[in-house]
C-alpha cells in the first residue's frame, strides 16, 4: 500500500499566534523576544520578516535593521498548548499525528481513502478547518514519505497544497537548493558549494567515494535524502507535562556566588508554577550552557522533602549544578526542567520527632505566596537575590 504523509506547517507560527490574541499587532512588524540586553528572537511575522529580522537573531541586531518593530515578551506557555490543540484537531482523520516544531506536524493517512476521500481532497480539508476553527494558515505537502512532504510545503504558499505523486520524488527534489533537505543548514550547505553542488539532483549523483572523504559516515545519509529516500514512520505525540525554565544571563559568568543567585531565582519562579498547578517534580533535569558553546546537564530524583519550599528544592539544584559546573569558562545560560509531575503528597512519618519535619519551610512558603499572590511577585525577595 503506497504511504500517504501529511506535512502542514504554519509560518511564522508564534507571530500569528500571538496576532490571534492581539490583533493590533498585524499594522507594524512585530518581534518576541525575552526581555533583557542579551535576547534572541523567538519569533516575527511577515512585515519583521521583510525588514530582514529572523529568528534567532539578537535583539539589538533586530532593533538595528528596523527602529519601527514591535517587541513583545514571548509566551511560550501559550503558544505550546496552542501547537498541542493543534495536533489534537487532527486526530479525527488519523490516530498517527506526529507534532514536531511548534507549529508543524505531520499526518498518517495512509488508508484513509474509504472514510474521507482522496489524500489530496483530505489534506485540504483539514487545512480549511485550521482555518475555519483556529484563524491559522499552513502549507501542505503531501507525498510517500516525511522527508519529501516537508520539502514540498516548503515549495508552496500558506493556505496551498503541494502533491508529489508516488515514483516522482527524485524528479521534484532534482532542481531544488540543497539546503531545501531537513538537516542541512549553512554548514554543509557551504561545504557542498565548494564541490559545485548546488542542487538536490547534483547531490544526488555525486560520487559517494568522493563524498565519504569530506562528510565521512554521513555521506550515506547525505545520498539517501537527496534521492527522496525516507522510511521513517509517523509516530503518535505522547504529551509530557513539564515545566521549564530558561535564563539567558546579562552577561557571560563565571561567579559562583552570582550563578547560584541566577539559579535560585529560577527556583522561585519554577516553584510558583508547581505550586499553582498543585504539582509535585519527581525529576530535575539541569543544563548549563558556556559563552563557548559547549554544554552539560545532569538529572536528580527529587523526593517529596526537597520541594517542601523554594530553599529547599534550590538545595538539590544546587547539588546538581555543582555536580557538573567544573569548566573554568563564563557561563551564558542556565536551564532548569522539572518533569515526572505528579499531585503533592507526604508520606506519614514513622517516628514522633518526625512530624514538624519541614512544617516552618511550609509555613513560611505559604506566607510568601499569600503576599505575592496579594502584592505581587516582586513585592519581596529573598537576600540571595538583592
Same mark, same amino acid.
Given at each position: 500500500?503506497?504511504?500517504?504523509? @501529511?506535512?502542514?506547517?504554519?509560518?511564522?507560527?508564534?507571530?500569528?499566534? $500571538?496576532?490571534?490574541?492581539?490583533?493590533?499587532?498585524?499594522?507594524? +512588524?512585530? @518581534?518576541?523576544?525575552?526581555?533583557? +540586553? #542579551? *535576547?534572541?528572537?523567538?519569533?516575527?511575522?511577515?512585515?519583521?520578516?521583510?525588514?530582514?529580522?529572523?529568528?534567532?537573531? +539578537?535583539?539589538?541586531?533586530?532593533?538595528?535593521?528596523?527602529?519601527?518593530?514591535?517587541?513583545?515578551?514571548?509566551?511560550?506557555?501559550?503558544?505550546?498548548?496552542?501547537?498541542?490543540?493543534?495536533?489534537?484537531?487532527?486526530?479525527?482523520?488519523?490516530?498517527?499525528?506526529?507534532?514536531?516544531?511548534?507549529?508543524?506536524?505531520?499526518?498518517?493517512?495512509?488508508?484513509?481513502?474509504?472514510?474521507?476521500?482522496?489524500?489530496?481532497?483530505?489534506?485540504?480539508?483539514?487545512?480549511?478547518?485550521?482555518?475555519?476553527?483556529?484563524?491559522?494558515?499552513?502549507?501542505?505537502?503531501?507525498?510517500?514519505?516525511?522527508?519529501?512532504?516537508?520539502?514540498?510545503?516548503?515549495?508552496?504558499?500558506?493556505?496551498?497544497?503541494?502533491?508529489?505523486?508516488?515514483?516522482? $520524488?527524485?524528479?521534484?527534489?532534482?532542481?531544488?537548493?540543497?539546503?531545501?533537505?531537513?538537516?542541512?543548514?549553512?554548514?554543509?550547505? *557551504?561545504?557542498?558549494?565548494?564541490?559545485?553542488?548546488?542542487?538536490?539532483?547534483?547531490?544526488?549523483?555525486? *560520487?559517494?567515494?568522493?563524498?565519504?572523504?569530506?562528510?565521512?559516515?554521513?555521506?550515506?545519509?547525505?545520498?539517501?535524502?537527496?534521492?527522496?529516500?525516507?522510511?521513517?514512520?509517523?509516530?503518535?505525540?505522547?504529551?509530557?507535562?513539564?515545566?521549564?525554565?530558561?535564563?539567558?544571563?546579562?552577561?557571560?559568568?563565571?561567579?559562583?556566588?552570582?550563578?547560584?543567585?541566577?539559579?535560585?531565582?529560577?527556583?522561585? $519562579?519554577?516553584?510558583?508554577?508547581?505550586? #499553582?498547578?498543585?504539582?509535585?517534580?519527581?525529576?530535575?533535569?539541569?543544563?548549563?550552557?558556556?559563552?563557548?558553546?559547549?554544554?552539560?546537564?545532569?538529572?536528580?530524583?527529587?523526593?517529596?522533602?526537597?520541594?517542601?519550599?523554594?530553599?529547599?528544592?534550590?538545595?538539590?539544584?544546587?547539588?546538581?549544578?555543582?555536580?557538573?559546573?567544573?569548566?573554568?569558562?563564563?557561563?551564558?545560560?542556565?536551564?532548569? $526542567?522539572?518533569?515526572?509531575?505528579?499531585?503533592?503528597?507526604?508520606?506519614?512519618?514513622?517516628?514522633?520527632?518526625?512530624?514538624?519535619?519541614?512544617?516552618?519551610?511550609?509555613?513560611?512558603?505559604?506566607?510568601?505566596?499569600?503576599?505575592?499572590?496579594?502584592?505581587?511577585?516582586?513585592?519581596?525577595?529573598?537576600?540571595?537575590?538583592?
Amino acid at each position: 500500500m503506497t504511504r500517504n504523509i @501529511v506535512y502542514m506547517q504554519i509560518p511564522d507560527f508564534y507571530a500569528s499566534v $500571538e496576532e490571534l490574541r492581539r490583533p493590533e499587532l498585524k499594522k507594524a +512588524p512585530l @518581534v518576541l523576544a525575552r526581555p533583557g +540586553p #542579551r *535576547s534572541v528572537v523567538q519569533g516575527v511575522n511577515g512585515q519583521a520578516a521583510k525588514e530582514g529580522v529572523r529568528e534567532g537573531m +539578537p535583539l539589538s541586531l533586530a532593533l538595528r535593521l528596523c527602529r519601527r518593530i514591535q517587541v513583545r515578551d514571548s509566551d511560550v506557555y501559550h503558544y505550546r498548548a496552542k501547537h498541542l490543540e493543534i495536533v489534537r484537531q487532527f486526530e479525527w482523520c488519523s490516530p498517527l499525528v506526529e507534532g514536531g516544531l511548534p507549529g508543524s506536524c505531520f499526518i498518517d493517512i495512509s488508508g484513509t481513502g474509504r472514510l474521507f476521500g482522496a489524500g489530496p481532497d483530505l489534506a485540504c480539508r483539514m487545512e480549511r478547518e485550521l482555518w475555519g476553527k483556529m484563524g491559522l494558515r499552513a502549507r501542505i505537502g503531501l507525498a510517500s514519505n516525511k522527508l519529501v512532504s516537508q520539502v514540498a510545503a516548503r515549495c508552496t504558499a500558506p493556505g496551498d497544497l503541494s502533491f508529489i505523486f508516488p515514483g516522482s $520524488e527524485k524528479t521534484f527534489l532534482s532542481p531544488l537548493p540543497v539546503d531545501y533537505l531537513p538537516g542541512i543548514g549553512e554548514v554543509t550547505a *557551504s561545504k557542498l558549494a565548494g564541490f559545485n553542488i548546488l542542487s538536490i539532483g547534483r547531490l544526488a549523483d555525486f *560520487s559517494p567515494d568522493m563524498l565519504s572523504a569530506v562528510f565521512g559516515r554521513s555521506a550515506e545519509r547525505l545520498l539517501r535524502i537527496a534521492k527522496g529516500m525516507d522510511t521513517s514512520a509517523v509516530f503518535a505525540s505522547k504529551e509530557i507535562p513539564r515545566i521549564c525554565v530558561s535564563k539567558i544571563l546579562t552577561r557571560d559568568e563565571i561567579d559562583p556566588q552570582r550563578l547560584e543567585s541566577a539559579l535560585f531565582e529560577q527556583v522561585e $519562579e519554577a516553584g510558583w508554577e508547581l505550586r #499553582r498547578h498543585n504539582r509535585r517534580p519527581g525529576v530535575l533535569r539541569l543544563e548549563i550552557r558556556y559563552a563557548d558553546g559547549m554544554w552539560a546537564d545532569t538529572k536528580r530524583r527529587l523526593t517529596p522533602w526537597d520541594v517542601v519550599s523554594d530553599r529547599s528544592l534550590f538545595q538539590s539544584v544546587l547539588v546538581a549544578f555543582r555536580r557538573i559546573f567544573h569548566r573554568r569558562v563564563a557561563v551564558r545560560r542556565l536551564v532548569m $526542567e522539572f518533569s515526572q509531575l505528579a499531585m503533592p503528597g507526604l508520606q506519614l512519618p514513622l517516628f514522633t520527632w518526625e512530624n514538624n519535619r519541614g512544617s516552618k519551610e511550609r509555613d513560611l512558603q505559604e506566607a510568601l505566596d499569600s503576599m505575592r499572590k496579594k502584592f505581587g511577585k516582586k513585592i519581596i525577595s529573598w537576600a540571595r537575590l538583592a
